[in-house]
């Protein structure tokens, strides 16, 4: 490590004479040794998966829940340090609570996305403060009907000033990235932690861009991808965690919500099997 | 250099001087609502064997002024609850956010084991005493209605005062004195809640609205009714009083130009 | 090199001269249109005897000439566990304004419980008591505005009976009626009770006349002078009736019944 010893790393908010935060880059170390977390943008919806790796066998089996639940609608899974990620969360949950007293509707996925990434970004510029140690991943997604203003009462006029207007488009899927630095990107498909760079590559041969991929089979390639990149380290166990957000006319109406149990264990089941079928290279699963 | 993140950014006080909040003050003192304004007239609703019928018209009054004539007062909360709103219709949006705001909080962590009806009942109760207590009163009268935990019927009223109870059957405004007695017949005590079938507690409670539209001025002829049990919520917003007669109008002696 | 990266804060030179960011309005002067209470009528009781004490209420909830309720209690037990108070031996009786008597009824109930667990025994009647009387004197510029009764058993076992005026003045007594009714119901307690207006037969004229002297009565006889009360305070008060729910405390803990009032 070229940083070690010149003394430009002691600090947050210092720059290296080459133009580099050191402390930011310390923050991305603690990120690279989580558990790996996906999301995946689909046609009609986001998935969020998570490598929950079992720290001790005196910890109960399907409980400590790690992705988390913003507003109604959006997700959150986020890799390296736990108790950053909770802060974050917090964080998340408040900036759209604020948003609903603003403007009485819920915040959609890009403006969180974006008060979020100043939120990080604001902890590189302090000496008095250390950056997250967390790459977080959110998911949402923004109605794509009209929703009512909290707290509306009547339906308002139906033509006219102030009536609806045809055939407009409204919201949709949308998946971002926030690392430690506070840069955050909008993406069809996002990885971070251990297995990272595995899940990457797994999840750019899925064509995401193509916006075919269906929800359901955004879960199964979810696992699959979960269980490739724990792959190399086989020997510590881990527990998959799996949520996700449909359309409001999909299975979880607009909400973000557990994988339910039996679409997991399927989407295990088939993961397994992928991993057992070519153990030697990748190839595509079906069903 | 100060620490804590909610100064950052913030004007120095020994380079730019105190914060000069002088300019949030209005003229005048601050005033907290006397009245209510804009208006919803009663709220009635009857338990049943397994569940709770709720109606109220979606009329909001600007005084004597119809001045809302779709505005829905009976507030779905969950699977288990709704809550019926009597009074200021702004006080209801209030209460209609902040039930909203505790719903999101509530879900969190996990939807299951979701607040029931006895769960709201409290919660509102003492957000309306806290109220009162402030001088700052919300300006209604709310039935909530629904499940309790053991996944009974469960029917409580909660006042701009704090005042709470609970009966197998409840009416506020005009319905206190108008569909109360009618509802008592039926259902006279707790006893009797489970003699009552879902279509019998509907028809009633249909009945009772009939009868607030014939002889509450500030009443309309649309109405929502909700019926909540096991199986859910079943909530309709546009229901129109069937089989009205006006005959009896006739026989009113007394008013008006008439003189025997 | 290091002094210059310290994160320490710099000494002597201009700082943050503020603690907190600016928060709320200094708030003016208020005028109120907002009467804040309400009388929901209803009558209690309580008598005290050797070695019990009973309480009771009738269950109706007023608002004018509206009936809110038939059954709406007045009678709470204080302490034991949980929600439902198991094992408590003290109960209170509110009447006036439900909500206060409400919130008063839960403040006593958490601050008794409290006491349990940071003490590791049971609240006695007498600390509990006096308690309840600072609750009632510390809000006496926005009282609580109801007639509280209060009942158990003395560390000797011996029933216990304190009455409290809405801003916390209070004394044990033998019995006691409030609420509505307390003025039909009182006189009626003093005489059967305490006997007052009650002379020895044939002891004398005028003031040779010896008076009855009070003496402890049964339980049993006091469960049928608290019915007698009730009935007669329905005939007369419309705000009283619908039902009648009673708790008798004696050292085996509360027993509690109900039994039905007029309703019209």
């Known amino acids: 490590m070229t ?6 790393d002691l600090s947050n908010s210092v720059f290296s004479p080459d133009g580099r935060n050191f402390q930011v880059e310390y923050a991305v170390k603690a990120v690279e040794n989580g558990g790996t977390a996906v999301g995946i943008r689909c046609k009609d919806g986001i998935v969020l998966a998570l490598e929950k ?8 089996s399907g409980a400590n829940k790690r992705i988390a639940t913003v507003d109604r609608n959006v997700g959150i899974v986020s890799s390296g340090l736990l108790p950053d990620g909770r802060h974050f969360v917090s964080r998340a949950r408040d900036e759209a609570a604020a948003w609903r007293q603003q403007y009485k509707a819920p915040i959609p996925t890009s403006s969180l ?8 970004q604001a902890y590189t510029l302090y000496s008095s403060v250390r950056p997250f140690g967390v790459t977080s991943i959110i998911g949402g997604w923004d109605a ?3 929703l009512p203003v909290d707290g509306q009462v009547g339906s308002g006029p139906k033509v006219g000033s102030g009536g609806k207007k045809e055939g407009a488009k409204h919201g949709g899927p949308f998946l971002y990235m926030i690392e430690p630095s506070g840069l955050y990107w909008g993406y069809y498909g996002a990885a971070t932690g251990k297995g990272r760079q595995i899940a990457k590559s797994e999840l750019e041969k899925l064509n995401l861009v193509d916006g075919e991929m269906s929800l359901e089979q955004g879960v199964k390639e979810a696992a699959r991808i979960i269980y490739i990149a724990h792959d190399d380290n086989k020997d510590k166990e881990f527990e998959l965690e799996m949520t996700w957000i449909s359309a409001i006319s999909g299975p979880t109406k607009g909400k973000h919500e557990e994988v339910p149990k039996e679409l997991r264990e399927e989407a295990e089941k088939l993961a397994k099997k992928a991993l057992e079928g070519d153990d030697d290279d990748e190839e595509e699963m079906q069903e | 250099m100060n620490h804590l993140p909610q100064a950052w950014g913030r004007p120095r006080d020994d380079v730019y001087g105190a914060y000069d909040n002088s300019h949030f003050q209005t003229a005048g003192p601050n005033q907290h609502t006397q009245s209510p304004i804009v208006t919803g007239t009663s709220v009635v609703a ?11 018209d979606n009329l909001a009054s600007y005084g004597s002024l119809a001045r809302f004539t779709d505005v829905k007062r009976l507030r779905k909360f969950n699977e288990n609850v709704v809550v019926g709103f009597g009074g200021d219709v702004s006080d209801m949006q209030y209460l209609d956010r902040l039930l909203n705001s505790l719903d999101i909080r509530e879900n969190y962590a996990s939807a299951d084991d979701p607040l029931n009806a006895k769960n709201l009942h409290t919660y509102l109760a003492k957000v309306m005493y806290k109220r009162r207590s402030d001088f700052n009163p919300l300006w209604n009268h709310l039935l909530i209605a629904g499940l309790d935990g053991e996944a009974k019927p469960f029917l409580a009223s909660a006042d701009l005062l704090g005042t709470t109870f609970s009966s197998p059957t409840l009416a506020t405004g005009f319905g206190a004195h108008l569909a109360q007695p009618i509802m008592r017949r039926t259902i006279p005590d707790e006893a009797s809640v489970e003699k009552v079938s879902k279509d019998e507690a509907v028809k009633l409670v249909k009945e009772c609205m009939k009868v607030l539209f014939y002889r509450d001025a500030r009443s309309m002829d649309k109405y929502s009714i909700a019926v909540i049990t096991k199986e859910g919520v079943e909530l309709s917003e546009d229901e129109k009083l069937e089989n009205q007669s006006w005959a009896f109008a006739e026989q009113i002696r007394g008013y008006g130009t008439q003189t025997a | 090199m290091a002094a210059i990266f310290s994160g320490a804060p710099p000494q002597g030179g201009p700082g943050y001269s503020f603690t907190q960011t600016p928060t709320a309005v200094p708030s003016g002067e208020r005028q109120h249109g907002f009467y804040p209470y309400t009388d929901n009528g209803g009558s209690t009781l309580g008598i005290s005897g050797a070695d019990f004490t009973i309480l009771a209420g009738d269950t109706r909830s007023t608002s004018g000439y509206n009936i809110n309720t038939r059954y709406a209690p007045k009678l709470f037990k204080i302490g034991g566990e949980g929600p439902d108070n198991k094992g408590a031996r003290i109960v209170l009786s509110v009447v006036g304004f439900a909500a206060d008597g409400d919130a008063l009824k839960e403040r006593l109930d958490t601050i008794v419980k409290m006491y349990k667990y940071q003490h590791g025994k049971p609240m006695t009647v007498t600390a509990c008591a006096q308690r309840l009387s600072h609750i009632l004197y510390n809000k006496r510029f ?11 058993l003395d560390e000797e076992g011996k029933g216990a009976l304190y009455s409290y005026d809405p801003v916390g003045s209070y004394e044990r007594e033998q019995c006691r009626a409030a609420g509505a009714a307390s003025s039909l119901i009182m006189p009626f307690l003093d005489n059967q009770v305490n006997f007052k207006n009650q002379y020895m037969p044939g002891s004398g004229t005028g003031h040779n006349l010896k008076t009855k002297e009070a003496t402890p009565l049964s339980r049993g006889h006091v469960e049928d002078l608290v019915r007698d009360a009730f009935t007669s305070a329905v005939e007369r008060h419309i705000e009283v009736g619908d039902g009648l729910q009673m708790m008798i405390l004696t050292k085996d803990g509360i027993q509690e019944t109900y039994t039905s009032l007029k309703k019209d």
């Open chain 1, 3 to 8: 940083s070690i010893g010149t003394g430009y």
């Open chain 2, 46 to 56: 009857a338990k049943f064997k397994d569940g709770v019928v709720i109606a109220s």
């Open chain 1, 144 to 146: 794509e009907a009209e």
């Open chain 1, 53 to 60: 790796l079992v720290t001790s066998k005196l910890l109960k």
């Open chain 1, 113 to 120: 996305a974006d008060r979020m990434g100043s939120y990080v």
């Open chain 3, 142 to 152: 926005f009282p609580y505005y109801v007639h509280a009764i209060l009942g158990g």
